[in-house]
């Protein structure tokens, strides 16, 4: 054997040595999260990384009570709702971006990619101020105008980015038939764009699904709670009990939707993303 082939050799096994590392770290948490929601309440600070028995009583718990299943009720509706407006607008919004030349695109862009670099904390106030006002506290609306103002920036910038590289000649070619500009957007442009759009849309759901800060500040009764908010105010028998059982059962609940939406778009995804990246 050459220096040269172990040294690929050895390139090759710390490239999947690294990878299995990666997967380790992103897997395992939620790997163990199964197995502790599976194992009965006197087990739970007995240290095992298999499943010895199965147990279901902790998701019997969790989807015993009817707070939990409203909380559910509301992310559907507010994730789903997020990701309907922020398509929509963001669509519109590449369009002009993406096709249409006047001064002061790129400043635009550039103000559209700095929105989304602010920390949600820094507007918290603000934005409570304004929902409000327009009396969405304590309601789907507030979570929904909230959440679509931090999704739409790098909604905006992903389907911008994946319109520019659409040929200039099927938009003439929609112009001489006599199709107007949302004709040539719908008919047209929107069957190329269904890789960006299932990325944005993947992304703006989970980001809606998984947020608390906002859920937790906007929100105040358990009948307009959303998910994240619910597990953490999952109570046990006393102030003095945590019950990790049913929290692990939760999350593993409201985890495996996401997981499996991940798996089912994963192609598109990654054309998504990778579409836009290189120009020709």
């Known amino acids: 054997m050459t220096l040269r082939t172990l040294k690929a050799l050895m390139l090759r096994l710390g490239f999947w040595l690294l990878v299995a590392v990666l997967m380790v770290y992103a897997i395992f948490p939620f790997y163990y999260a199964v197995v502790t929601s599976l194992k009965p309440s006197s087990?739970?600070?007995?240290?095992?990384y298999w499943v010895d028995s199965l147990d279901l009583a902790n998701y019997a718990t969790v989807l015993s009570q009817p707070?939990?299943?409203?909380?559910?009720?509301?992310?559907?509706i507010v994730a789903v709702s997020v990701v309907i407006i922020a398509l929509l607008l963001g669509l519109t919004a590449a369009w002009a971006l993406g096709r249409v030349r006047f001064r002061?695109?790129?400043?635009?862009?550039m103000t559209v990619l700095g929105v989304s670099m602010f920390p949600q904390v820094a507007v918290l106030s603000g934005l409570f101020e304004v929902?409000?006002?327009l009396d969405l506290y304590n309601s789907p609306g507030g979570l929904i105008l909230s959440y679509t103002i931090f999704t739409l920036p790098f909604t905006v910038w992903i389907l911008t980015?994946?319109?520019?590289?659409?040929?200039?000649?099927?938009?003439?070619?929609?112009?001489v038939?006599?199709?107007?500009?949302?004709?040539t957007l719908t008919k047209v442009f929107m069957p190329l764009l269904w890789p960006a759009m299932a990325t944005t849309g993947l992304l703006a759901f989970i980001a809606a699904w998984n947020e608390f800060l906002f859920a937790l500040t906007f929100t105040l009764t358990d009948s307009q709670r959303t998910v994240p908010v619910a597990i953490a105010l999952i109570s046990g028998g006393s102030q003095y009990e945590l019950p990790w059982g049913p929290i692990m059962a939760a999350s593993v609940i409201v985890t495996v939707p996401l997981v499996v939406l991940v798996v089912i778009f994963q192609r598109r995804i990654v054309s998504g993303l990778t579409a836009g990246a290189v120009k020709g």
């Open 177 to 183: 038939d006599g199709a107007s500009p949302w004709v």
């Open 104 to 109: 002061g695109r790129t400043t635009v862009m």
């Open 161 to 175: 980015t994946f319109m520019r590289q659409l040929p200039d000649e099927l938009e003439e070619a929609a112009i």
């Open 43 to 48: 087990e739970l600070f007995e240290v095992s």
């Open 131 to 133: 929902i409000r006002t």
């Open 67 to 76: 707070t939990f299943l409203a909380a559910i009720r509301n992310s559907v």
